[in-house]
C-alpha cells in the first residue's frame, strides 16, 4: 500500500512539474508571438508609436488534456502608445485559447498610473496615414480596471489648455464588439476637493473625432469643500445624470449647501436645479437655465463658465433675476450681525461677470451691472429706521406725530460694481410724503456710503419744523417749493452703513439746476 501511495504522488509530482516545465517552455515559445501580436493589435488600433519597456508571459497548464484552457498572464511596465496613452506597469490575464478564437477574448486586464490624452479631431491626412481602422472584432477586453489615472483632454483651440481630471479607480466591464462598455468610477474634484462617484456607459471610441464619442451615466458628488474659493464657504452634495457626446454633454442634477455663506456673513441654506451643456474636450459649461433658492429667496440664473485662450483661471458670465425675494435674505448672506437690518421684497436683475484672472480676490474679479427694486422694505433696530420715521413726519409736515412710526420705504436704481465698491445711478428712496433721487458709491467692504442728490418733500420747509423755527422759515418757503414740490432740497447722504448721515449738500455746485430737472 506504503509503494502504491508512494508511486502515486511521485506520479503527481511529475505530472505537476511537466505541466509547470511546459508551462515555462510555452511562455518562452509564446512570449515574442505575443508581443508580436499585441504590439500589432495597438498600432492597428491606436497608430503608430507603441513601445513597451518590459514584457514578460506565463502559461499555467491546468490540464494536460485541455491545453487550450491553460491561464496566460501578460504583464510588464512602461507601455506607451504615442502621445494617446502610457502606462506605468500592466497585467492582463486570458485563456490560452483566446489567441486563436475570433474575436480574441481578454478576461481581465489591470493598469496602474495610467495617463490618458485625448486630443481634439484628427486632420483627414492624418486619418489616411496613421494605420487603418481596425476590424471591431479583434479584441474583446471582458473586464478592464485601473488606478492612479490622469485624464488629460485637450480643447479643439489649441490656445486654451487642456482639462485634467484625475481618476482614483475605474472599471470598465460589458465591452461588445463594435459597442461601448460599462464604468463604474471614482473621481478626486480638486477645487472644490471631493469625491465624485459616477457610473454609466462610455463608446464606441471615436478615433477619428474622439468629441463625437458618446458617454451617459449618473454622479454622486460628496463633501465638497466650498471654503476652499476663501470668498465663500459650506460643503456642498450634489447628483444628478448625463449623455450625449463628449463635446456636448447634457447635465441635469442638483446640488444641496445647508450652510452656505460667504466670507464674513451668515450662513443659508442654498439648494439649486440645473440643466447645462458641457463641453467634456474644455470643461466649458453653458448654463440652461441654474434655479437657485437660498433660504426663502429664488434666483435663476444663465450664462457660461468658460476658460478663454490663455489665463487658468475661468470665465463666468451669468444673467441673474429675483423675482420677490426676500432682501432680509441677502442681508444675512453678506452681513454679521445675526438679525437682518433690513426686511422687505426684492426685484433684480443683473449681468454677473468674474474676470479669468488667477490669484486675484474675488472682490477684484467680480463686476456687476443692473437694477433692483424694493418694496415695502423696513429697517429693524438701531437709528436708521427712526431717522426714516422722522423724515416722513417732517416730509408730512407732522414733525411731532408719532403716530407715523416703522413706515415702510421702497428703493430703486441702477447699479453697478468694480474693485468692491457700488456705483448707483439714478437712486430713488420713497417714503410716505417724501422722494429721495440719489447717485453715489458705496462699499461692500468698507460700508462706506457717498450719496448725493436732491429731497422732494410733500410738506413746504416751514411745516417740516415747528414752534419758533417753523416761524422762522416760512420766508424761505417760495425759494425752496420749485418743480411741484412743497420742498426741494439738495441732499447728501455719507458715513457708513451703522451710523448714516443725513444732511444738506451745501458743497456741490450745480445742486439747484439738479434740483429743478429731478422727476416727479
Not at 359 to 364: A, I
Amino acid at each position: 500500500m506504503r509503494k502504491w501511495l508512494l508511486g502515486a504522488s511521485c506520479a503527481v509530482a511529475l505530472l505537476l512539474g511537466g505541466l509547470a516545465a511546459a508551462g515555462w517552455i510555452a511562455a518562452r515559445r509564446f512570449e515574442p508571438f505575443v508581443r508580436q501580436q499585441a504590439i500589432a493589435y495597438l498600432q492597428d488600433r491606436f497608430g503608430t508609436g507603441v513601445a513597451v519597456r518590459e514584457l514578460h508571459v506565463s502559461v499555467a497548464f491546468l490540464s494536460p488534456w485541455h491545453p487550450r484552457s491553460a491561464r496566460l498572464r501578460l504583464w510588464g511596465e512602461g507601455l506607451k502608445i504615442g502621445s494617446l496613452v502610457t502606462v506605468g506597469q500592466f497585467r492582463m490575464d486570458t485563456e490560452l485559447g483566446a489567441l486563436w478564437e475570433q474575436p480574441r477574448r481578454i478576461r481581465d486586464v489591470r493598469l496602474e498610473a495610467l495617463e490618458l490624452n485625448i486630443r481634439p479631431r484628427l486632420a483627414s491626412a492624418e486619418v489616411e496615414k496613421g494605420a487603418g481602422t481596425p476590424a471591431p472584432e479583434a479584441v474583446v477586453v471582458q473586464r478592464m480596471e485601473a488606478r492612479s489615472a490622469l485624464v488629460r483632454i485637450f480643447p479643439a483651440d489649441a490656445a486654451k489648455l487642456p482639462r485634467e481630471d484625475e481618476v482614483q479607480h475605474v472599471v470598465l466591464t460589458g465591452a461588445q464588439p463594435g459597442k461601448g462598455f460599462q464604468y463604474e468610477a471614482e473621481l478626486r474634484n480638486p477645487k472644490p476637493p471631493g469625491t465624485v462617484q459616477v457610473a454609466g456607459s462610455f463608446g464606441p471610441w471615436r478615433r477619428d473625432d474622439p468629441g463625437e464619442t458618446p458617454i451617459s451615466g449618473a454622479y454622486t458628488f460628496t463633501g465638497a469643500d466650498l471654503g476652499a474659493f476663501r470668498t465663500i464657504a459650506g460643503i456642498l452634495d450634489s447628483t444628478g445624470r448625463f449623455e450625449g457626446p463628449l463635446r456636448r454633454i447634457a447635465v441635469h442634477g442638483e446640488t444641496r449647501t445647508p450652510q452656505f455663506r460667504l466670507a464674513g456673513g451668515n450662513a443659508l441654506p442654498l439648494t439649486t436645479r440645473f440643466d447645462s451643456i458641457v463641453d467634456g474636450t474644455s470643461g466649458d459649461t453653458f448654463l440652461q437655465p441654474v434655479r437657485a433658492r437660498l433660504g426663502s429667496t429664488d434666483i435663476v440664473a444663465r450664462g457660461r463658465i468658460v476658460r478663454p485662450p490663455g489665463p487658468k483661471a475661468r470665465s463666468i458670465v451669468l444673467d441673474v433675476a429675483v423675482d420677490k425675494g426676500r432682501i432680509e435674505d441677502l442681508v444675512r448672506l453678506a452681513v454679521k450681525a445675526s438679525q437682518p437690518f433690513l426686511q422687505g421684497s426684492i426685484d433684480l436683475r443683473t449681468k454677473m461677470q468674474i474676470l479669468p484672472v488667477a490669484g486675484r480676490d474675488m472682490r477684484q474679479r467680480l463686476l456687476l451691472d443692473g437694477n433692483f427694486s424694493m418694496d415695502e422694505s423696513q429697517f429693524s433696530g438701531g437709528s436708521v429706521q427712526q431717522k426714516i420715521d422722522m423724515l416722513s413726519r417732517r416730509a408730512q409736515g407732522q414733525p411731532k406725530n408719532q403716530e407715523i412710526a416703522d413706515v415702510f420705504s421702497s428703493l430703486r436704481g441702477g447699479f453697478a460694481m468694480e474693485d468692491g465698491e457700488l456705483r448707483f445711478s439714478d437712486l430713488v428712496f420713497q417714503v410716505p410724503g417724501a422722494a429721495i433721487h440719489l447717485h453715489g458709491t458705496y462699499g461692500i467692504y468698507s460700508e462706506q456710503i457717498d450719496l448725493h442728490g436732491v429731497a422732494r418733500l410733500q410738506a413746504k420747509a416751514s411745516q417740516t419744523m415747528s414752534g419758533w423755527k417753523r416761524l422762522a422759515l416760512k420766508p424761505i418757503d417760495p425759494l425752496l417749493s420749485r418743480a411741484g414740490a412743497g420742498t426741494l432740497l439738495p441732499i447728501q447722504i455719507t458715513g457708513t452703513r451703522a451710523e448714516p448721515h443725513f444732511g444738506l449738500d451745501r458743497g456741490r455746485k450745480g445742486q439747484a439746476n439738479a434740483a429743478d430737472r429731478a422727476p416727479r
